[in-house]
């Protein structure tokens, strides 16, 4: 018998997008700009708050830190989705199918922590104005920055072993663009009833959590904004926020999308076009909502142009 970490299989066979016949090359070429899109909105943003004063601020610091997010995220997914695309289907190692996990799992992990991070310094903002700048210290933003990319390490560590721990003897096929956890664990020969349990389990302090204490946040935000007596107050106050809820609320909605309405609510095409939403689009819109709703981004980037 297979023991943990030990595997009969050493090659996955990834289905992709099947039967999409005189569209495959329209579907290359979009997702392709798709792709370059994404990189070239989240390299231009980190190097917009790299070389401008004026956005060296902790807001845009943590708004760099989600572009490499979504940056490593978009690199991890969409090569291979572009391969699968052009060919129909194709085959990845076992390993590297686990190392696409990790980054993919790395990334969300850390996206999740980071938008938390981002709601804590939206509310110091609003609701705390005059001491912003005394608790939003260098300091602190670094710290923050840290503990995030720290906790999503382990926390992508500990699920990578729980499907290291699985064995793996049959089924090599999996019915998606990418290596997800789910299909993954789907594919072993263990007794999965109690990995599904932890997996479920490790979902409150990964995505439950940081969800509720956003909402907390905005709460806050919403109660402080509520106070203020004028309008153009009110809507300057919501306008520093707007962005980053707009982001929130597009991560989060398609991640509810994917991974909490049951496979039966939808088809298998939809649960693909639904995380190809949540794996390639959700990293090229993030540049371009705070990009085109940001009049200091605007001004750094006409600055950078002149």
């Given at each position: ?76 997914i ?15 190692s ?31 903002a609003?609701?705390?104005p ?48 990418y ?89 298998q ?11 390639v ?24 142009l002149?």
């Amino acid at each position: 018998m297979l023991g943990p970490y030990q595997s009969n299989v050493t090659t996955i066979f990834l289905l992709g997008f099947r039967d999409t016949g005189r569209f495959t090359l329209s579907l290359f070429v979009f997702l392709l700009l798709i792709y370059c899109g994404t990189l070239c909105g989240n390299l231009l943003i980190i190097t917009l708050v790299s070389i401008s004063k004026t956005l060296h601020s902790p807001m845009y610091f943590f708004l760099t830190q989600l572009s490499i997010t979504d940056l490593i995220l978009s690199t991890d997914i969409s090569p291979n989705m572009l391969h699968i695309v052009l060919h129909g289907k194709t085959s990845i190692s076992f390993s590297d199918c686990i190392t696409q996990y990790r980054f993919f799992s790395f990334s969300e992990s850390a996206e999740c922590f980071l938008l938390a991070v981002m709601s804590y310094d939206r509310y110091v903002a609003i609701c705390y104005p005059l001491h912003y700048t005394s608790i939003m210290t260098p300091g602190l933003c670094i710290t923050l920055v840290v503990i995030s990319w720290l906790l999503s390490c382990i926390m992508t560590t500990i699920l990578t072993l729980m499907v290291l721990q699985l064995q793996f003897c049959g089924p090599n096929t999996i019915d998606h663009f990418y290596c997800d956890l789910m299909p993954l664990v789907e594919l072993s020969c263990s007794d999965v009833s109690s990995t599904k349990r932890e997996i479920a389990l490790m979902g409150i302090p990964l995505l439950v959590l940081p969800f509720l204490y956003i909402v907390a946040s905005y709460m806050g935000i919403v109660w402080t904004i509520l106070k203020i007596s004028s309008i153009s107050g009110r809507h300057k106050c919501f306008s520093t926020c707007s962005s980053h809820l707009t982001v929130v609320c597009l991560f989060y909605g398609i991640a509810i999308a994917v991974y909490i309405i049951p496979n039966e609510g939808h088809s298998q095409m939809g649960s693909k076009i639904m995380a190809m939403m949540y794996t390639v689009y959700t990293p090229f819109l993030n540049p371009c909502i705070y990009s085109l709703r940001n009049k200091d981004i605007k001004k750094a980037l006409k600055k950078m142009l002149v």
